[in-house]
């Protein structure tokens, strides 16, 4: 993994940000995230302003709220968390206690994915120094009653413990399943407190935007995302790597940056992502037109389109936690019917039965997994629908 | 997959008021929180389900109930929606036909099963759903060989993984109902699957046997172990001596099987079926239940007498009942310490069993060997209590076979006897005699009711009337998850009867004393009471406590008809309720040292009286300490 562009994160003034925030009143706090019109930078770009508001305005029966980082960075794909938490750890606690003083939450811990278990060495040793330097533990940067601490637990492999919901259950020691919305997290979360869940990113940008203020932030991006976004580059490309963007670069310019001029075709979003074609690059990368949590997989002339939505539809029949039925059974039906397509075996009815099939996944799923898991094969049958079908098998 | 979900929907605190939901154009007020199935229900929608069920906490997993919700990006669950604020639903769009049939066969493809050879061939729910979504053919596929074998090695329950569904409504019963958890979820993905703890059989694992599991099982997954087979093969052998005893629930809810509402009773009808079925003689359970009660309220006046007045240090009290099979495993498993608590009389129906192979046999000229003693119960877990290794103090097995309700229904259709419709008649000599006490014993609270008015007429010697108008104690009564009664006993004085003069002199030493008792049902229930009892709650200063397996009682048993829910329960129970009120009405005894035939049991074989050693020998028994982690293959 290679970070390849300088990372702003890495120019933000350790601790200004939360000392920002302790001269305001929490609800400040939450104005200014608000303000700054941040939105979640795990995928699904819900506003991080809202949730906070949400959580500390959700009734704490014994007075406790937490703060959790989602840090099982599971997506194929993706691995631009792993960069923050090698290269700016303290970014990222900065960003949880932030988040503690502004919902009210005492407790706070890393979910950290469990292939990641070599970094915790050094995040328990940054939060040692954090304590150290009475910028965790009671009392915090001085100021009386705010206590919080933050803990790291890991993940044990599980893909699906990425899901918000499934992550609570497994850090509650149950099995690792999506829980019914409603209510949210944010009302009912971790322990049944109000909890907020966000991403590594999105709290790595929180003492930016608490230093440099909301306005800073706006002046990066579109108008319906902003500021910049980190993006793990993979795939048929000369420079593969980490690198970061402003929200609104376009994928032929992200393909300039990386080397992956001659892509036929990019999956924005991972293994849950779209196919983008070439003649669709100049799309932006923003939650308005090709969103990502930050994967973006470069497909090149050479690459078997079809390979690719095996591979990623075997993945998740694995993934699946076989809760619920689209997705238990769903996932197989979709994985056979690319290997069906692949020996050139499927009949124009049954891909049409696929569709209906991958459509009803994405309505009728308990969780983002199911939700999401047909989208590359839709994408792919709505983009070139006639040439896989009549694939001559190899 | 994303990581994120998008709150903006977000429940407000629950609260009083009511909501305004629309649903196909319905308007109704519902409370704020009421989930868009329960509103769709009141308003006369019916969405299909499958993991739901009334008993039972809704995980949403099945999502054959999905609906658009106005506002709601995706399909919703219905039962897990709850309804905060006004909101329209459309429950039968294209959309939502078009998910729910995708659902249905994508749950037909993953499932392996003969319907013609199913145990639930006409009330399998998924049959229902695939015959309602109009599934012509497996557009998924269809599985050609078991992935799995099939558990049938035990003696009560079935379990062929090959037909589950994944609705996880056994899980839930096991845990939220039953704090059994035998059964739970393992694997992921394609590999998901409900297993025993170390893939293990369920016989040798911490299973109670208590079959609610199968009672809520929406296909064949889990069914009881069918005997019917066999109870025909004993009818058709000649040289057998074919009987059978009838336990009080089953009578209140068989009717069900044959279409008749919940509720009504077919005793006098079903007593003319079984004869025609070609049993030889029909008995009736509750005469083993009068029974009952003389040897376990006699064991408890002499536990008491022994803690009270001789000062014994060591005398397990509060005295647990142990009629519910389902029940003494649950302790055996889970509680072993407190096995002495156990009262030591068998069941009714073992004692029924005991005394068909030794007094009926001699009386009536039978060679024990060639009587087939068959019962007729609510119950999975009395299959497992039946072979049980202790229980053939008459030298054979004491009873045969048990058949649950849903088999006998099963024989009844076989032989072409429609229940409603035969004559009635009554129950076979000698031991035809029964009353309101014994009837009361299939509903939870019953065994409780009918020791008290046994214990209160011996102790005062007066008509339990005179404390509880008709002898209705209905303190003890109902469906709360437990019942509590403290009653002082007056003025105690009466003489003492003859049935205990062998252990108390006088009653003196009761006069005042505050007897406390409870009623418990469902072994989630009985764990929390356990849990106060050696926390020294209130529990602790119990004298005697009513234990039952099953929700509601052996009426809510594994084997009474399916399906079961609160509403159906409570009907039962008003059946069995109106069979006591009716031997009062008839002029017959309604309390247990009032029957006849119980009397004549001490005159001519129990003749050292209760608690003597001759029915300690025939009619008590002993207990397994089994504990927690059932590691052997043998049949525990």
Known sequence: MTIRTPLTLATVTPDAGLRAALERAPHEVIEEVTRSDMRGRGGAGFRTGLKWRLASEAPAPDGRRHVV????????????????????PDLVFEGMTIGAWAIGATSGVVYLRGEYVYLRKGLEECLADRRAAGLLGSDIMGTPGFDFDIRVQLGSGSYLCGEETALLESLEGRRGEPRNRFPYPVVRGLDRAPTIVNNVETFAWVPAIM???????????????????????????????????????????VLTASGGENAHAVVVGGACGVCVPASDFARTISYEEASTGGAVIVLGPDRDLLDVAENFLEFFVDESCGQCTPCRVGNPVLLEGVRALKRGECTPERLGELQRLGRTMQDASKCGLGQTSPSFFLSLVDLFGPEILHRVPA | MTTDTHPEHEAPPMTEATVLATIDGREVDVGSGTTILEAARACGVRIPTLCHHPDLADVGVCRVCVVEVEGQKNLQPSCVFPITQPLEVRTHTPRVAAARRDIVDLLLSEHYGDCRTCARNGSCELQDLAAEYGVDHYRFGQRTEPAFSVDDGGPSIVFDPDKCVLCLRCVRTCAELQDVRALSVTGRGTGVRVATFAGLPLSSEFCINCGQCLNRCPTGALTAMDVTARVRDMLDDPRKHVVIQTAPAPRAALGEEFGLPPGTPVTGQLNTALRELGFDKVFDTTFAADLTIIEEGVELIGRLYRSMVLGEPDVALPMFTSCSPGWVKYLEHAYPSYLPHLSTCKSPQQMFGTLIKTWYAARSGLDPADIVSVALMPCVAKKFEAARPEMTDSGYADVDLVVTARELAKMLRQQGIDLPSEPKSGFDDPFGNATGSGVIFGVTGGVMESALRTVLELVTGEPVENLYEHADITPVRGFDDVRLLELTIPDAGGPVP???????????????????????????TARRVIEDIRAGGWFAACHFIEFMACPGGCLGGGGQPIPTSLEIRKARARAIYAEDTAYGEAGHARKSHENPTVARMYAELLTDGPGGETSHRLLHTAYTARGTFVLTDERG
Request: include cysteine.
């Open chain 1, 69 to 88: 980082c989602n840090a099982d960075e599971g997506e194929p794909g993706t691995f631009k968390d792993r960069a923050l938490l090698s290269v700016v």
């Open chain 2, 498 to 524: 003859a049935l205990v003069a062998h252990l108390v002199p006088d009653w003196n030493w009761l006069r005042g004393v505050a007897l406390r008792v409870a009623v418990v049902h469902g072994t989630a």
């Open chain 1, 211 to 253: 230093a440099r203020g909301a306005d800073w932030f706006l002046g990066i991006g579109t108008s319906a995302s902003k500021g910049p976004k980190l993006l793990s580059i993979s795939g048929d490309v000369a420079r593969p790597g980490v690198y970061e963007f402003p929200f609104g670069v376009t994928i032929r310019e």
